[in-house]
């Protein structure tokens, strides 16, 4: 009896964070584009929060993610980001794990090369089992360069989970921006990242996007994804506003005639 029982133990599916596709840490907007991070950062003393939703298609979920950052100091910020998942296999809700990160500007743009950042990462084991890799930590590098109306950035990231059984996440982000008025920008991003389970490609994602200033320090930024390699998810739709504050005070220069 007791060696059946067993076998039925060892024979049931377990559902785990190696089946979900973990968040991880975001760029707060605007210093970013959707999960690729810019080089520039908050300016000293600023603080900025985040409130975003996105709805997955197959697998079926909801996530919403709460995110605040804090400059220490116009090359140095503090970010935090925590996701919270909805209806994953129309079953399990609950937190992922806790995302903070500090980013920290080595070399500002000039004229023929890129502005270069690098970005260290830890995540607490806080996140319900469905949806947490027990903790992570990780590094990368940012690198951003202007070309008129133009912004790119590129991350190379890697993430140690805390799991044993689980492979190092490599990821390779891609991110533009068009100028297309002062106050609002064209977003495209190229996301690849492996498996933690499987250890090969398992996401390459395109996401197109806008966002707009609505206020001199508030960004709504909305957007649209879909998975080239695997069609998993079919597509996802995110939403998401952020605030800067203080507000920043634009100096008016007055003309005198002699």
Same mark, same amino acid.
């Given at each position: 009896?007791?060696?059946?029982?067993?076998?039925?133990?060892?024979?049931?599916?377990?559902?785990?964070?190696?089946?979900?596709?973990?968040?991880?840490?975001?760029?707060?907007?605007?210093?970013?584009?959707?999960?690729?991070?810019?080089? +520039? *950062?908050?300016?000293?003393?600023?603080?900025? $929060?985040?409130? @975003?939703? =996105?709805?997955?298609?197959?697998? !079926?979920?909801?996530?919403?993610?709460?995110?605040?950052?804090?400059?220490?100091?116009?090359?140095?910020?503090?970010?935090?980001?925590?996701?919270?998942?909805?209806?994953?296999?129309?079953?399990?809700?609950?937190?992922?794990?806790?995302?903070?990160?500090?980013?920290?500007?080595?070399?500002?743009?000039?004229?023929?090369?890129?502005?270069?950042?690098?970005?260290?990462?830890?995540?607490?084991?806080?996140?319900?089992?469905?949806?947490?890799?027990?903790?992570?930590?990780?590094?990368?590098?940012?690198?951003?360069?202007?070309?008129?109306?133009?912004?790119?950035?590129?991350?190379?990231?890697?993430?140690?989970?805390? +799991? *044993?059984?689980?492979?190092?996440?490599?990821? $390779?982000?891609? @991110?533009? =921006?068009?100028?297309?008025?002062? !106050?609002?920008?064209?977003?495209?991003?190229?996301?690849?990242?492996?498996?933690?389970?499987?250890?090969?490609?398992?996401?390459?994602?395109?996401?197109?996007?806008?966002?707009?200033?609505?206020?001199?320090?508030?960004?709504?930024?909305?957007?649209?994804?879909?998975?080239?390699?695997?069609?998993?998810?079919?597509?996802?739709?995110?939403?998401?506003?952020?605030?800067?504050?203080?507000?920043?005070?634009?100096?008016?220069?007055?003309?005198?005639?002699?």
């Amino acid at each position: 009896m007791r060696i059946w029982l067993a076998l039925i133990i060892l024979m049931t599916p377990v559902t785990s964070a190696f089946a979900f596709e973990v968040e991880g840490l975001r760029p707060l907007a605007p210093y970013g584009v959707f999960s690729t991070f810019s080089a +520039e *950062s908050l300016k000293q003393n600023h603080v900025g $929060f985040s409130a @975003g939703i =996105e709805r997955v298609a197959k697998p !079926d979920f909801y996530r919403t993610t709460m995110q605040v950052a804090y400059g220490l100091h116009d090359r140095f910020e503090i970010d935090m980001t925590l996701p919270y998942v909805f209806d994953w296999q129309n079953h399990y809700s609950g937190l992922e794990d806790a995302n903070f990160g500090i980013k920290h500007r080595v070399l500002d743009e000039g004229v023929y090369y890129p502005a270069v950042a690098y970005l260290l990462k830890v995540a607490l084991p806080s996140g319900n089992d469905e949806f947490s890799t027990r903790g992570e930590h990780g590094a990368g590098l940012v690198f951003t360069k202007k070309v008129g109306p133009f912004e790119g950035h590129f991350n190379l990231l890697y993430d140690k989970p805390g +799991e *044993s059984d689980l492979h190092g996440q490599y990821s $390779f982000n891609l @991110g533009t =921006e068009l100028a297309v008025t002062r !106050d609002s920008r064209l977003l495209g991003e190229l996301l690849c990242r492996n498996d933690y389970f499987k250890n090969k490609i398992s996401l390459v994602e395109w996401r197109l996007g806008y966002r707009i200033a609505t206020l001199e320090n508030l960004y709504t930024t909305i957007g649209a994804g879909f998975n080239l390699e695997t069609r998993s998810p079919d597509y996802r739709l995110l939403f998401s506003v952020s605030i800067i504050l203080p507000k920043e005070k634009r100096t008016l220069q007055k003309i005198r005639e002699e």
